[in-house]
């Protein structure tokens, strides 16, 4: 009774939200409201997705970013502050950045994302998308698409609840939001690919942050 007790302990939500953000500036960027209604199904993103590595030399609209952020980790219940993708026991182990290249009416620069009042906050200004792709094996749709979101994880959100196995909860969590990022680039017409292979410590350099990036999601208009 209890080991039964326990292990219901160590399983139940913890429902912690994590409102207090690092502050890294005071330039502060809101972003366009998200849409909840869109012009492709669910069922027709999904059989059009595919991994897109080249890009025309076109801007993003911040109407676009918005949409493709709050996608990843947007809030989609305000009371309880759940988010766009499933995550175990509601501990949201993820910060979301995004290098800036080419988005209209967005100055180029590096900027983190919050989704409880959906802004972004500039972190340093200028283009590092070619930093970024240095630090990505220098895999040139990094550097080439408008914008590069980078998934970066905390791991011990999830694990001072979970564990051990918290640390694959975290990396499934990774999926849940890389499919969501995939579905929108697809119901907006753009084109992206998950890029896992990058050296862990520059990326974190790039986008200045102490967590672990596990994803880097390039996203442009399709060449």
Do not use: C
Not at 68 to 74: I, S, V
Not at 130 to 155: P, R, S
């Amino acid at each position: 009774m209890v080991l039964i007790s326990s292990l219901l302990i160590l399983f139940k939500p913890s429902f912690e939200q994590r409102e207090t953000l690092p502050k890294y500036s005071d330039e502060i960027v809101q972003l366009p409201e998200p849409r909840y209604e869109g012009e492709m199904s669910v069922e027709e993103a999904i059989a059009r997705r595919r991994s897109i590595r080249y890009y025309r030399d076109e801007p993003l609209t911040l109407d676009q970013l918005s949409q493709l952020l709050w996608a990843a980790q947007g809030i989609t219940e305000k009371k309880k502050k759940f988010r766009a993708s499933p995550s175990a026991g509601a501990t949201y182990p993820f910060e979301i950045y995004v290098v800036v290249g080419n988005v209209q009416g967005l100055k180029p620069g590096v900027y983190h994302y919050n989704p409880f009042n959906h802004t972004l906050e500039l972190i340093k200004e200028g283009d590092y998308r070619k930093e970024l792709q240095k630090a990505a094996l220098n895999q040139e749709w990094v550097g080439k698409a408008a914008i590069d979101i980078v998934l970066v994880a905390f791991y011990e959100r999830t694990t001072k609840y979970y564990g051990e196995r918290g640390y694959q909860y975290v990396h499934i969590e990774a999926g849940h939001i890389g499919q969501n990022i995939y579905l929108q680039a697809t119901a907006l017409n753009l084109g992206t690919v998950a890029v896992g292979a990058f050296y862990d410590k520059e990326v974190a350099k790039v986008v200045e942050t102490d967590g672990t990036p596990l994803y880097i999601f390039p996203v442009g208009v399709p060449r």
